[in-house]
């Protein structure tokens, strides 16, 4: 069992930055995949970014590619997400998520999630 908790959303100017992380409870926190995942209203939960665990990997969905980067510490039992060029259609819940195998981009493969945070972005 694992314990996700997310935080550092909050309210940016379009083109500004933020930086979401996700503290995970365990020992274990390398054996998992990480990940981030979005929703806005109406619409459904999307892939955003993953991780690899020990080894690190990472890959990214078509629209943060560039501008997002996703980074852990396993020391720390942390993922982190930054967003920076943040645009108003990026306004969403910000969710993390893991699972024990292979760090998956599919919203129904992670076994664990966090609450989420809120990230809006104003233009």
């Known amino acids: 069992q694992v314990q996700l908790v997310e935080s550092g959303g909050g309210l940016v100017q379009v083109g500004g930055s933020l930086r979401l992380s996700c503290a995970a409870s365990g020992r274990t926190f390398s054996r998992y995949a990480m990940a981030w995942f979005r929703q806005a209203p109406g619409k459904e939960r999307e892939f955003v970014a993953r991780i690899s665990g020990s080894v690190v990997n990472t890959d990214y969905a078509d629209s943060a590619k560039g501008r997002f980067t996703i980074s852990r510490d396993n020391a720390k039992n942390t993922v982190y997400l930054q967003l920076s060029s943040l645009k108003p259609e990026d306004t969403a819940v910000y969710y993390c998520?893991?699972?024990?195998?292979?760090?998956?981009?599919?919203?129904?493969?992670?076994?664990?999630w966090g609450q989420g945070t809120q990230v809006t972005v104003s233009s």
């Open positions: 998520a893991a699972r024990t195998q292979y760090y998956s981009s599919i919203t129904y493969t992670y076994d664990y």
